[in-house]
């Protein structure tokens, strides 16, 4: 019995050491499991810090491009050249001038005469290429007229307007009287063309209208053309000018 005895109690003293191996066991895998949370939580701070870095560094990397094409100089390639187009004081100050189409004429003032008005001063119809006729006296109510003709005898057409300087003269060149007078208004430019003629209108009274005197018979009818410093002579014996009426009217066309 007391062989049972001690035989019975001696075996409860091992359940009682296993159970402090499996709570040491349990202790030391609480350690473990302890050190791989900490472990673990180690590496979530690394790896929340990196991507953290990664960001950060990204996000200045992702916005020093911007800043060095915005500061790059327009002669770089085409992306920088539009990136400066973007800011209008940039594309002002780095693009190249512009050549001023105004810069030609901006002398306009010592710019030489046009084409149009060379011709027109060179159209004029001088006493070179001019021709003259006088007409027969035309009487009326007391006052006589003349027309006298100026001819365009040039190869081209030629232009007339204003008054001509009219005189007479004697056999020996001295002047008879004083030069007409202007009758009437300006009158618009003649063009004529080759052979055409423009009409000038003389006008003097008859004797006896205007006092009893009149100036000698002249010889020769001397013709300042519009404009010209050359004067035309005409041998003729008319007009004789009485009542010291002698008036020249404005170059016209033909039948005015």
């Given amino acids: 019995m007391s062989d049972h005895s001690q035989t019975s109690g001696a075996t409860p003293r ?9 709570r040491a066991g349990g202790h030391r895998g609480g350690w473990r499991i302890a050190a791989m949370a900490a472990s673990a939580t180690l590496l979530a701070v690394a ?24 500061t790059t100089p327009t002669g770089g390639g085409g992306t920088a050249g ?8 940039a594309g002002a100050s780095s693009a ?4 001023s189409s105004a810069s030609p004429s901006t002398p306009g003032s010592s710019a030489p005469p046009t084409s149009g008005q060379a011709q027109a001063t060179s159209s004029r119809c001088t006493a070179a290429r001019l021709g003259l006729s006088l007409s027969a006296p035309n009487p009326g109510a007391g006052q006589i007229y003349y027309d006298l ?9 030629c232009t007339l307007r ?14 008879i009287g004083t030069p007409a007078t202007r009758e009437g208004g300006q009158l618009p430019a003649v063009t004529l063309a080759p052979g055409a003629a423009a009409h000038i209108t003389l006008h003097t009274l008859n004797k006896g209208i205007k006092g009893s005197s009149c ?28 009542g010291d009426t002698f008036m020249v009217s404005a170059v016209s066309a033909e039948g005015h």
């Fill in 47 to 70: 790896t929340t810090a990196c991507d953290s870095g990664g960001e950060a560094s990204g996000g200045s990397a992702t916005s020093t491009p911007p800043a060095a094409s915005a």
């Fill in 149 to 157: 003709r100026l001819i365009n005898k040039g190869p081209g057409s």
């Fill in 215 to 242: 100036w000698p018979r002249p010889s020769l009818l001397q013709i300042y053309p519009p404009g010209s410093k050359d004067a035309m002579t005409l041998a003729t014996s008319a007009p004789v000018v009485c």
């Fill in 14 to 22: 091992r359940p009682r050491r296993r159970g402090a191996a499996a």
């Fill in 96 to 99: 190249p001038p512009a050549p």
């Fill in 82 to 89: 539009d990136a400066t187009a973007g800011s209008g004081t």
């Fill in 162 to 175: 204003g008054f001509p300087g009219v005189s007479l003269l004697a056999g020996d060149g001295a002047p």
